[in-house]
């Protein structure tokens, strides 16, 4: 078992900035991936970026590409998303997933992940 915990959220201005973290407990050494989903009312859960164990690759959603950067601390005990020209469209919460049963072509699916945390709200004002 792995737990979660998110925090960081906040309210922002359009333009500015947040960094999200993310503590892991429990099995952090079997964790294969861990990633960041967000979620609005009414829509459904959406990937926003993941690092991979082992290479480290990253990735992320189209619309999140170069404002945002995951990462993570090296004993994979902590993940972090650094989100960066925010928009009102970056709204909604936030949440951390790991998995340590992952496959590659799941890497941007929430259904591919075991473990998750009960979110952090991001509210970005026009």
């Known amino acids: 078992q792995v737990q979660l915990v998110e925090s960081g959220g906040g309210l922002v201005q359009t333009g500015g900035s947040l960094r999200l973290s993310c503590a892991a407990s429990g099995r952090t050494f079997s964790t294969r991936a861990m990633a960041w989903f967000r979620q609005t009312p009414g829509k459904e859960r959406q990937f926003v970026a993941a690092?991979?164990?082992?290479?480290?690759?990253?990735y992320y959603e189209d619309s999140v590409k170069g404002r945002f950067t995951i990462s993570r601390d090296s004993a994979w005990n902590a993940l972090f998303l650094q989100m960066n020209s925010l928009t009102v469209e970056d709204t909604g919460v936030y949440y951390c997933?790991?998995?340590?049963?992952?496959?590659?072509?799941?890497?941007?699916?929430?259904?591919?992940?075991?473990?998750w945390g009960q979110g952090t709200q991001v509210t970005v004002s026009s």
């Open positions: 690092v991979r164990r082992g290479t480290s690759v990253t």
């Open positions: 997933a790991a998995s340590s049963t992952i496959i590659l072509s799941n890497m941007r699916n929430g259904g591919g992940y075991e473990y």
